[in-house]
């Protein structure tokens, strides 16, 4: 597959591919007859790897090491340095949905709550000296 057809397969940029490629986020895709370079399923997956954990907030250099291990298979321990990287990247990202799933309450809370807030309000039965503290909220 070609550099064009990849970059439109995961919706991303061809310069973008050509950049993982040069910073080694992703292995380097071997090269047809004509120079071109000529994605293989290999390089697809490491495509489709690299954009998820890049949405999912992992850093460049990160995805440099992981594939820079990934490409020293000969040496020990690289096998658990990679699954390490991955680890961590998953406890980060549980972090942030658990923080994400807070937010996402307290909104739900707010829109349901909303009319009768406004109303209170309008009462002069909740006054700006008279609030709830949403944080002790539950």
Known sequence: ????????MFDLSVDTLRY???VGVIPPVNRNESGYRDYQTNDLNWI????????????????IEFAHLAQLRETQNVEEAQKQILHDQ???LDEKLAQMQQVRELLVYKIETYDEHVGKFQAGTITPAKVEKLWERK
């Not at 597959?1 to 439109?8: G, H, L, T």
């Open 1 to 8: 597959m070609n550099i064009k057809k990849a970059a439109e």
């Open 20 to 22: 993982y490629e040069r």
């Open 48 to 63: 489709y790897l690299a954009k998820n954990l890049r949405n999912a907030g992992l850093s460049v250099e990160s995805l």
């Open 90 to 92: 998953l406890a980060e």
